[in-house]
Every structure is written in structure tokens, then in C-alpha cells.
């Protein structure tokens, strides 16, 4: 039962369409990569990038949409070269929680919008 349990998806929560940019800073050597979000959970995100960081790199994640701004302390989950990557918040401030909780209430808005 264990093994089944572990083959499931491993996101923690759903995945939104969503579209704005961000910067990846590479905390250690501070190295910035701008980049496009494309989807967006409570737990981390997808970000559109030629060149990913390596899976494990420790970054900051930077995201605008609109008036509003986001920023966390995130791990690099998995990255595929000349797509992107994958990223999981790991530190997220109060402020920047209630910024990514009131996207994700509008992507869940506009998901039930289209499906009628």
C-alpha cells in the first residue's frame, strides 16, 4: 500500500494556469535569471527558462502581476533544459502568503468561470 501511496502525484495542492514574470536570484553566488511563471500553486510554481539552475539549487523567487509582488525562499525541484523548472516554496513571508493566497483564489475563480 506504502509504494502505491508514493507512485501518486506528489503535489501537495492544485496547480493554476498562471502568467507573470519572474526573477530567480541564486542565493549563494547571486546569480539572476529572469524567467515567466506559467503555473502557480500554494506550494511552489513552474517557471519558463532556457537555462534552469540545477535540481536542489536554493533560490529566491521573485514574482509581478499587476500591482502585486510575491517573494520566497525556494528549492529547485526538478529542471528541464531549454523548458524550465520546477520550484517549491520553502520560506514565504506573511505578507507575500497573502499575495499567492488571493492569485490562487482568482485562478480557482477563473477556472470555474471556464467550465461553466
Not at 553566488?29 to 515567466?36: K, L, P, Q, T
Not at 510575491?70 to 516554496?89: D, H, L, P
Not at 497573502?98 to 468561470?113: C, N, T
Amino acid at each position: 500500500m506504502e509504494a502505491a501511496i508514493a507512485f501518486q502525484d506528489k503535489r501537495r495542492s492544485p496547480r493554476y494556469s498562471f502568467i507573470a514574470s519572474a526573477e530567480l536570484i541564486e542565493i549563494k553566488a547571486d546569480v539572476r535569471i529572469a524567467s515567466r511563471v506559467s503555473e502557480l500553486s500554494r506550494n511552489g510554481c513552474y517557471l519558463d527558462m532556457m537555462n534552469p539552475f540545477p535540481q536542489g539549487t536554493e533560490v529566491l523567487v521573485k514574482i509581478a502581476a499587476g500591482d502585486a509582488f510575491f517573494e520566497a525562499r525556494a528549492k529547485i525541484v526538478y529542471a528541464q533544459q531549454n523548458m524550465g523548472a520546477g520550484v517549491s516554496f520553502v520560506q514565504v513571508a506573511p505578507d507575500s502568503q497573502a499575495v499567492l493566497e488571493r492569485w490562487l483564489d482568482e485562478a480557482e475563480q477563473e477556472r470555474k468561470r471556464q467550465a461553466g
